[in-house]
Protein backbone atom coordinates (compact mmCIF):
# COMPACT_ATOMS: atom_id res chain seq x y z
CA UNK A 1 0.00 0.00 0.00
CA UNK A 2 1.21 3.62 -0.84
CA UNK A 3 1.75 6.24 2.08
CA UNK A 4 -1.06 7.80 1.54
CA UNK A 5 -3.26 5.02 0.96
CA UNK A 6 -2.27 3.34 4.59
CA UNK A 7 -2.86 7.12 6.04
CA UNK A 8 -6.61 7.15 5.00
CA UNK A 9 -7.50 3.62 5.78
CA UNK A 10 -5.51 4.08 9.05
CA UNK A 11 -7.60 7.15 9.73
CA UNK A 12 -10.79 5.53 8.76
CA UNK A 13 -10.24 2.72 11.29
CA UNK A 14 -9.81 5.05 13.75
CA UNK A 15 -12.52 7.27 12.83
CA UNK A 16 -14.86 3.90 13.07
CA UNK A 17 -12.89 2.75 16.05
CA UNK A 18 -13.59 5.72 18.00
CA UNK A 19 -17.39 6.32 16.51
CA UNK A 20 -17.99 2.82 18.24
CA UNK A 21 -16.29 3.97 21.51
CA UNK A 22 -14.05 1.28 21.63
CA UNK A 23 -10.49 2.02 23.41
CA UNK A 24 -7.45 1.66 21.41
CA UNK A 25 -5.91 -0.80 24.12
CA UNK A 26 -9.20 -3.38 23.53
CA UNK A 27 -9.12 -3.50 19.86
CA UNK A 28 -5.27 -4.23 20.02
CA UNK A 29 -5.53 -6.68 22.24
CA UNK A 30 -8.52 -8.40 20.38
CA UNK A 31 -5.68 -8.45 17.51
CA UNK A 32 -2.90 -9.70 19.80
CA UNK A 33 -0.54 -6.50 18.80
CA UNK A 34 0.02 -3.27 21.20
CA UNK A 35 -1.23 -0.04 21.68
CA UNK A 36 1.56 1.07 19.94
CA UNK A 37 1.36 -1.36 16.75
CA UNK A 38 -2.25 -0.16 16.19
CA UNK A 39 -1.38 3.76 16.44
CA UNK A 40 1.34 3.44 14.21
CA UNK A 41 -1.56 1.74 11.67
CA UNK A 42 -4.27 4.03 12.26
CA UNK A 43 -1.52 7.05 11.90
CA UNK A 44 0.04 4.90 8.21
CA UNK A 45 3.34 4.54 9.95
CA UNK A 46 3.22 1.30 8.98
CA UNK A 47 3.01 -1.12 6.71
CA UNK A 48 -1.04 -3.60 7.41
CA UNK A 49 -0.83 -7.09 6.64
CA UNK A 50 -4.08 -8.61 4.36
CA UNK A 51 -4.89 -10.83 7.98
CA UNK A 52 -4.47 -7.35 10.02
CA UNK A 53 -6.67 -5.84 7.83
CA UNK A 54 -9.37 -8.50 7.65
CA UNK A 55 -9.19 -8.50 11.87
CA UNK A 56 -9.69 -5.46 12.20
CA UNK A 57 -12.67 -5.42 9.60
CA UNK A 58 -14.63 -8.15 11.33
CA UNK A 59 -13.70 -6.71 15.05
CA UNK A 60 -15.29 -3.35 14.17
CA UNK A 61 -17.55 -5.12 11.87
CA UNK A 62 -17.02 -3.23 8.69
CA UNK A 63 -16.62 -4.48 5.17
CA UNK A 64 -13.05 -5.10 4.07
CA UNK A 65 -14.26 -2.48 0.95
CA UNK A 66 -15.45 -0.26 2.98
CA UNK A 67 -12.57 -0.22 5.27
CA UNK A 68 -10.32 0.10 1.82
CA UNK A 69 -12.44 3.01 0.45
CA UNK A 70 -12.67 5.00 3.66
CA UNK A 71 -16.62 5.27 3.05
CA UNK A 72 -19.83 3.45 3.88
CA UNK A 73 -21.12 2.82 0.23
CA UNK A 74 -24.42 1.06 2.15
CA UNK A 75 -25.13 4.94 2.83
CA UNK A 76 -24.49 5.79 -0.16
CA UNK A 77 -26.61 3.35 -1.81
CA UNK A 78 -29.24 4.05 0.01
CA UNK A 79 -29.41 7.92 -0.29
CA UNK A 80 -29.30 7.37 -4.12
CA UNK A 81 -32.37 5.29 -4.09
CA UNK A 82 -34.11 7.67 -2.55
CA UNK A 83 -32.89 10.05 -5.01
CA UNK A 84 -33.92 8.67 -7.37
CA UNK A 85 -37.42 7.65 -6.00
CA UNK A 86 -38.18 11.47 -5.59
CA UNK A 87 -37.35 12.27 -9.08
CA UNK A 88 -39.63 9.25 -10.29
CA UNK A 89 -41.99 11.35 -8.47
CA UNK A 90 -42.35 8.12 -6.18
CA UNK A 91 -42.06 9.61 -2.37
Request: net charge positive.
Given at each position: ??????????????????????????????????????????????EISFSQLID????????????????????????????????????
Open positions: MKTEERERVGAFIKHVREKKSIKQCTLALAMGISSAQLSRIEHGKCICELLLIDLDVCIKGRDKVVKFSWCCEYFKIRAGNK
